[in-house]
T-cell receptor, first 119, second 115 residues
Framework: AQTVTQSQPEMSVQEAETVTLSCTYD???????LFWYKQPPSRQMILVIR??????QNATENRFSVNFQKAAKSFSLKISDSQLGDAAMYFC????????????????FGKGTKLSVKP | DTAVSQTPKYLVTQMGNDKSIKCEQN?????MYWYKQDSKKFLKIMFS???????INETVPNRFSPKSPDKAHLNLHINSLELGDSAVYFC??????????????FGPGTRLTVL
């Protein structure tokens, strides 16, 4: 079974600075997808960025970028120029490429990292 | 227009009661999901369902049952509610179960409190 580990329960960053959130995962599959979701206090789940495992190029979305290391099974999220609105829980998630092992494409989440942004 | 909606957003009830949470998506998606987020914010899949197959997470008690009247709806019924059922329940949908482009869209969540 696949697992996702976020080793930082809480992180803090100064406004306008850069912060990196860590995520590692375990899988025997060769094709899969990885995601970062943001959950602000409103509790809405918002997709931040996604990465296909077969793509070597790291995904970027404006101030958000990932460092995907497939061999190391690592998928960290970098937030540049942090803003107050970035304060939230961040979840790393894994999804199988196909319907492996009874999966229907459901997400497997890490336990989350609570990010605080200091003004 | 809201893509994935859930009702109610808050539900407070007594132990032993039976309750339902409704979920509707207007995206034309084929696959829908229910996730549970516990008090420690941990999110875990409960069910995934498309018009062909229901897959149940083996850890989910059989007091929980999904019901889909049509492709756009996947409601969650909970019988004999227990204190440990208190959590936030999220509905989500995706175009289908495979393929990279199939982002999952989440509903706003339903906070269930069992007294």
């Amino acid at each position: 079974a696949q697992t996702v580990t976020q080793s930082q329960p809480e992180m803090s960053v100064q406004e306008a600075e850069t912060v990196t959130l860590s995520c590692t995962y375990d899988t025997s599959e060769s094709d899969y997808y990885l995601f970062w979701y943001k959950q602000p206090p409103s509790r809405q789940m918002i997709l931040v960025i996604r990465q296909e495992a077969y793509k070597q190029q790291n995904a970027t979305e404006n101030r958000f970028s990932v460092n995907f290391q497939k061999a190391a099974k690592s998928f960290s999220l970098k937030i540049s120029d942090s803003q107050l609105g970035d304060a939230a829980m961040y979840f790393c998630a894994y999804r199988s490429y196909m319907n492996y092992g009874g999966s229907q494409g459901n997400l497997i989440f890490g336990k989350g990292t609570k990010l605080s942004v200091k003004p | 227009d809201t893509a994935v909606s859930q009702t109610p957003k808050y539900l407070v009830t007594q132990m032993g009661n039976d309750k339902s949470i409704k979920c509707e998506q207007n995206l034309g998606h084929d696959t829908m999901y229910w996730y549970k987020q516990d008090s420690k914010k941990f999110l875990k899949i409960m069910f995934s369902y498309n018009n062909k197959e229901l897959i149940i997470n083996e850890t989910v008690p059989n007091r929980f049952s999904p019901k889909s009247p049509d492709k756009a709806h996947l409601n969650l019924h909970i019988n004999s509610l227990e204190l440990g059922d208190s959590a936030v329940y999220f509905c989500a949908s995706s175009q289908d179960a495979s393929g990279f482009g199939n982002e999952q869209f989440f509903g706003p969540g339903t906070r269930l409190t069992v007294l």
